[in-house]
């Protein structure tokens, strides 16, 4: 055997997949520092043998290391064992910050939540499971060169002397691939290093930016702005494809905003009216009062028709925009544009956004229409939060002309995301010198000489801008797991920072933060990029500085600078120049027959930067109710007129096609969707990974493949063909109608103006039996008194819930919470396809109305807590049995797994452990022959054990179930018992307390960004969830099962334009067109 033809192999959890050939790296041989010895087994053998015996201690004396084990009991007095330690910082996103509290045990992050005292708007799923993305077992971890496994001094000790070099060039035949920013001290350093290096060239590069915001912002303004909505301010909104409900769209003061301003608690409150134009059917779309579904390439010429229509009304300065509109449009489109202008004319706060995704030409007529309104609108400019970088083509140019010697890859996966006509892959190649840092090694570390891991953000020290501006604070409450280096680590480094690539001391951030003694040294020495952090921090938020060390502490302890954010700008336009471009770029003429292709970020994994969080993977996409991969999306008019079936009638399978794109081809599965609208297609990016885990390889379609720089919104003239076969999908919900069963309830506001109580007049509608019984019933079905039955629950607390359908987007940040919180595990896209998800939450997503007036509801379902639970009736071990304080409580201890609870549910929430899906890897497979087994299916020749990095992340207060165990919602129980023992100790010897108030938060209801959950006592009349559930509004669904849920719900309402009801609904919604003309608020 040639043992030079064995490879090393990677240390375990680097990323880089087994079958890694060389000729996959462009290298035959290993690298020229690997010196190969040509010594033999037997003659190792002998001469080892012989050194020992000569040293006298021979084989004998070959023992283990001694270890030791020592207690944890020299711990930080504010370390206790079980109880959790929250601190601050914040993660970065593409719409600026989002701070966050952190929760720790032993100085394990474990859960995020919202940072209270900056905002309560919750957090979005993707910010819910970062925090997976820290202990993800797919990380790389360890430096890499060439593919080759190498240590983190040797890769320092390369990267300084490379770094001495091109500072001696100036930066000449350097180039630097970086993402966006947010942080003011990247910033800095970034610009500190264009300073350093003259002649490299820097470029950022996201597959989804503000970039055309920002070049819409220098169009008009002649500089760059950030665009900053005022959501809780806005009157009227039109969206044109920005899906804002979706949560990581624009983040989550977004929805917070949105709800608040149609969140009613009287018949008499006032609420927001929201347009939207879009093709795909979005979360936004689904809250909207009226939509339009147009195919993308006829949205912008309806948008100039809105501006026309809008000069009409006095807004003289948009009149020459409508020229972009043309002729060609039907009557129906023509009335929904006029009446949506005239409702923005007319309100005093409208507001009009766009997605990020749309062309400059949009961006430019959405940031006009908003400054026509002037002091009216609900669009405020701010100085830019991005700096300004060059752009991929300018790298990508300069590696062709052959002037780039060295590339330094931030973060950046060009590989994959990079448009398809540039070529990524090939000028990477023709880079002589190539050095990725990443999270992962994806795509394009693979193509890497020098691969290095790059740091999590709760394992880095930094800054970051809130969208409002305000300056945010990031420590770090955990080591990097394995020597990863962060961007400030290497622009200091570039910069001249001695000691910014060495290893930090063992000290803890709050030992860090201590301020100095009176005229002496620090207690202990800051890292390099920690006193870069804190000097940004004195200059942006105008500290002296002798009050820097403790205005730093504060700023650490809150996570934010109170009173930084910047005030709104206002800049004279050029509306010349704007009606130059969008005429220019703006397509007028709707063309029916031509079928367009839309590409937008996956509300669930964005880009495909989450692609290897399972949590998000497994996520069920809100309309689509899809797992584990993406689809071609289209209407059922358009799948009708391309003779396709998906599925063939298997729910279970979708049609495979090829979609055509100026001579490229993709395939994908095909998925009819009601609301999509007509001659269109979508399809999300992020999907159809060759690398980077193995959650993301493996799952959905490339549509990166297929797009390019002209297409980076949407494809014109695309063309669909059958393959004649199918592409097994998962789903969550197969079913979308209600029925008659009153499981959602939704009214407009008219309708409620005028009946109140609309939502519970629907319980006697409901009764199909009536209900009779010869015993008494203790739980019968007239209630008086309290909201919850007196006389069978005795506790002194009664726990409660109620939820608000109104404010409810289906966002599914409550899903992830609680999956976070609960250590629920992931089951893999074979155990969905059989309904064995384990998530505790589900939105179900119901339809209602017709094809041209779609209606979506969100319902957030979970276990009910049922009085009078027929669950705990069938169960023969009492393993769910009722508390007194009214909860339905699992001793999973007890559970034989007879499934006879699951089985008598009707709302189908609990959740059985099939097999040990936290105890065994559930994505991976073995070969047996010609078969491909997963290792679920492999009993006692499976491999056991889940990774050491994934058990760190878990909850020590819930318990972890195994196979045979059923589990659900608990209320967040742990936190209950938590409340309770907070208050003994406070009350010591004194009288017992009660728990505060509205104190006790379950994980859900923290981490709604529309507040949509509130969860309390029921025993305490003035609390929030009292009050919410003696609500007109509220209901209880299947409340004629007689089972007395502990969960109400509080029906939607709607907010129409009568002009734009049909005639029946208007005639019932009693509004006049005097209502009309008074605006969305008359009543």
Not at 225 to 244: H, K
Not at 679 to 703: C, D, E, K, P, T
Not at 789 to 808: E, N
Request: hydrophobic share 40%.
């Amino acid at each position: 055997m040639d043992v030079r033809k064995i490879r090393p192999s990677a240390h375990k959890g680097d990323a880089f997949p087994p079958g890694t050939g060389a000729s996959q790296l462009d290298a035959t041989e290993p690298p020229q520092d690997f010196a190969w010895d040509p010594i033999n087994r037997r003659t190792f053998l002998r001469l080892m043998g012989a050194s020992f015996a000569l040293g006298g201690v021979g084989l004998a004396g070959c023992r283990r290391p001694e270890g030791h084990l020592v207690p944890y009991t020299a711990s930080p007095e504010w370390v206790v064992p079980g109880k959790p330690l929250l601190y601050a910082t914040v993660a970065p996103a593409p719409y600026g910050g989002v701070p966050l509290f952190v929760t720790t045990y032993e100085g394990r992050p474990t859960h995020l939540q919202a940072n209270r005292l900056f905002s309560d708007a919750g957090l979005t799923p993707q910010m819910q499971a970062s925090i997976l993305d820290l202990y993800d077992p797919d990380r790389a971890a360890g430096f890499q060169h060439n593919a080759y496994p190498t240590t983190r001094e040797r890769f320092v000790d390369v990267f300084s002397k490379e770094s001495a070099a091109w500072r001696e060039r100036k930066g000449a035949g350097l180039a630097v691939l970086v993402e966006p920013t947010v942080s003011p001290t990247i910033s800095s350093l970034r610009a500190e290093f264009q300073r350093c290096f003259p002649e490299a060239l820097l470029c950022s590069y996201d597959p989804v930016g503000n970039g055309d915001r920002f070049a819409a912002t220098q169009s008009l303004f002649d500089k760059r702005l950030t665009l900053l909505p005022r959501w809780a301010e806005a009157d009227v909104i039109l969206s044109v494809g920005c899906d804002f409900a979706s949560a990581d769209a624009e983040g989550p003061w977004a929805v917070n905003g949105i709800a608040a301003r149609r969140r009613l608690q009287n018949p008499g409150d006032e609420m927001s009216r929201i347009y939207v134009l879009e093709d795909r059917l979005t979360s936004t779309g689904a809250i909207a009062d009226h939509r339009l579904a147009l195919k993308a390439g006829d949205q912008p010429a309806v948008l100039a028709l809105i501006a026309r229509e809008l000069g009409a009304t006095g807004l003289s300065q948009l009149e020459p925009f409508g020229r972009a509109a043309g002729d060609a449009w039907g009557e129906p489109v023509r009335k929904w544009a006029r009446e949506a202008a005239r409702d923005l004319a007319g309100a005093k706060r409208p507001l009009v956004v766009v997605g990020r995704e749309y062309p400059l030409p949009v961006h430019l007529l959405v940031l006009a229409i908003n400054t026509a309104f002037e002091k009216r609108s609900a669009l405020d400019l701010i100085p830019a939060l991005e700096d300004e970088a060059r752009s991929i083509e300018s790298v990508a140019e300069e590696i062709r002309k052959e002037n780039v010697r060295s590339l330094i890859i931030l973060g950046a996966n060009p590989v994959y995301t990079a448009p398809v006509e540039l070529d990524w892959l090939r000028l990477q190649r023709s880079v002589p010198e190539v050095i990725h840092f990443g999270l992962l090694a994806d795509e394009t570390a693979l193509v890497s000489h020098w691969h290095a891991p790059l740091a999590h953000y709760l394992e880095s020290w930094g800054d970051a801008l809130a969208p409002d501006g305000t300056y945010l604070s990031a420590q770090p409450m955990i080591f990097p797991l394995f020597g990863s280096l962060s961007e400030l680590d290497v622009f200091a480094s570039l910069c001249g920072e001695a000691d910014a690539l060495a290893l930090p001391e063992e000290a803890s951030p709050m030992q860090l933060a201590q301020p100095p003694l009176a005229g002496g040294p620090p207690l202990l020495p800051l890292p390099a990029v920690a006193r870069r952090v804190q000097e940004n921090f004195g200059v942006i938020c105008r500290v002296e500085e002798k009050d820097r060390a403790e205005a730093w502490r504060r700023c650490l302890h809150d996570g934010f600078w109170p009173g930084s954010s910047p005030s709104p700008l206002s800049s004279e336009p050029n509306w010349d120049r704007a009606q130059q471009v969008v005429l220019k770029g703006l397509v007028s003429s709707p063309a029916t027959d031509r079928l367009d292709l839309s590409f937008y970020p996956c509300p669930k994994i964005g880009d495909g930067r989450y692609a290897n969080n399972g949590w998000l993977q497994e996520l069920p996409d809100f309309i689509t109710k899809l797992t584990w991969d993406n689809a071609l999306l289209l209407g059922p008019g358009t799948a009708r007129r391309l003779g396709l079936q998906p599925g063939g009638g298997d729910s279970r399978q979708a049609e495979l096609v090829i979609v055509e794109v100026d001579g490229r081809r993709l395939e994908a599965a095909a998925i009819v969707v009601p609301g999509h609208a007509e001659n269109a297609l979508s399809i999300s990016l992020g999907y159809g990974r060759s690398f980077g885990g193995r959650v993301a390889q493996g799952h959905g379609f490339n549509a990166y493949s297929v797009r390019s720089l002209k297409t980076r919104h949407f494809a014109a003239g695309v063309s669909v063909s059958s393959t004649g076969k199918s592409y097994p999908i998962a789903q969550s919900q197969l079913h979308g109608d209600p029925g008659d069963r009153g499981l959602v309830r939704e009214g407009n506001l008219a309708e409620y103006r005028a009946v109140p109580d609309f939502a519970k007049r629907e319980d006697e509608e409901a009764r199909s039996v009536p209900e009779v019984s010869i015993y008494p019933n203790p739980y019968g079905a007239k209630q008086s008194g309290p909201a919850y039955t007196d006389g069978v629950s005795k506790g002194a607390y009664q726990w409660g819930m109620v939820i608000d359908l109104g404010s409810c987007v289906g966002c599914n940040a409550c899903v992830i919470a609680c999956q976070s919180e609960n250590s629920v595990p992931i089951v893999g896209k074979g155990q969905v396809r059989r309904g064995r998800i384990m998530q505790w939450i589900r939105i179900d997503r119901y339809y209602s109305g017709s094809e041209a007036d779609l209606r979506v509801t969100p319902e957030p379902m979970l276990c009910q807590q049922c009085e009078n639970a027929p669950c705990e009736t069938v169960c023969p071990v009492n393993a769910t049995v009722h508390s007194d304080e009214g909860l339905n409580v699992m001793a999973y201890n007890r559970c034989i797994g007879t499934r006879a609870c699951a089985a008598n549910c009707p709302y189908k929430v609990r959740r059985f452990n099939f097999f040990d899906y936290n105890k065994r890897d559930v994505l991976k497979t073995k070969k047996i022959g010609p078969w491909s087994v997963g290792n679920l299916y492999l009993g006692p020749f499976g491999d056991l054990g889940s990774p050491l990095t994934i058990q760190m992340q878990r909850n020590p207060n819930v318990t972890v179930r195994m196979r045979g165990v059923m589990e659900k919602c608990t209320f967040c129980v742990q936190r209950v018992e938590e409340a309770k023992i907070a208050t003994l100790v406070r009350a010591r010897d004194s009288v017992p307390q009660p728990i505060p108030r509205d104190g006790v938060r379950t994980a859900c209801q923290e981490a709604c960004p529309a507040g949509a959950i509130v969860f309390g006592d029921l025993a305490d009349p003035e609390s929030r969830v009292s009050r919410w559930k003696a609500d007109s509004r509220a209901y209880r669904v299947l409340e004629y099962l007689n089972v007395r849920p502990r969960v109400s719900y509080l029906a939607r309402v709607r907010n129409p334009n009568p002009a734009l009801v049909t005639g029946e609904a208007r005639h019932e919604s009693g509004e006049s067109g005097e209502a009309q003309r008074k605006g969305p608020h008359a009543g």
